[in-house]
C-alpha cells in the first residue's frame, strides 16, 4: 500500500515563498509520474504540475508556470513544490499524487493518479 505524506504549507504574505514536501512509503517510487494539484474552497481539484520520475522533466498549469518548480528526491522517495512569488488566488488545500500505471505522458488530470496524500493548506494572504 502506497502512503503520500503531504507538508510545508501554510501561511505566508503574497510575494512569499513555501516549499511543499510529498514523501512516499510502502513503495519505491520508481518511474511513476508524480503530480500536485490544489483545490480552493467551492472550486473543483486543479492541475497544478506534474513530472515524470526518471527523466526529471516537468509541466505546469499556466497561472504557475515561471513561479512554481517541481523537483524529487529519488534516495528520499520525496517529491518537492517550490512556490515563489505566491499570490492571494494561490490559496488553496495542495495534494501531491502518484501515479503507478505505466505512461510517459504528462498526466494533468485527477483521474490520472491512482494515489493521493491528505493535503496541506496554503494561505497566502494579501
Known amino acids: 500500500q502506497v502512503q503520500l505524506v503531504e507538508s510545508g504549507g501554510g501561511l505566508v504574505q503574497a510575494g512569499g515563498s513555501l516549499r511543499l514536501s510529498c514523501a512516499a512509503s510502502g513503495r519505491t517510487f520508481s518511474s511513476w509520474p508524480m503530480g500536485w494539484f490544489r483545490q480552493a474552497p467551492g472550486k473543483e481539484r486543479e492541475f497544478v504540475a506534474t513530472?515524470?520520475?526518471?527523466?526529471?522533466?516537468?509541466q505546469y498549469a499556466h497561472s504557475v508556470k515561471g513561479r512554481f518548480t517541481i523537483s524529487r528526491d529519488h534516495a528520499k522517495n520525496t517529491v518537492y513544490l517550490q512556490m515563489n512569488s505566491l499570490k492571494p488566488e494561490d490559496t488553496a488545500v495542495y495534494y501531491c499524487?502518484?501515479?503507478?500505471?505505466?505512461?510517459?505522458?504528462?498526466?494533468?488530470?485527477?483521474?490520472?493518479?491512482?494515489?493521493w496524500g491528505q493535503g496541506t493548506q496554503v494561505t497566502v494572504s494579501s
Open positions: 499524487a502518484a501515479r503507478v500505471r505505466s505512461g510517459t505522458a504528462y498526466y494533468i488530470q485527477t483521474g490520472d493518479y491512482d494515489y
Open positions: 513530472m515524470r520520475w526518471t527523466e526529471g522533466s516537468a
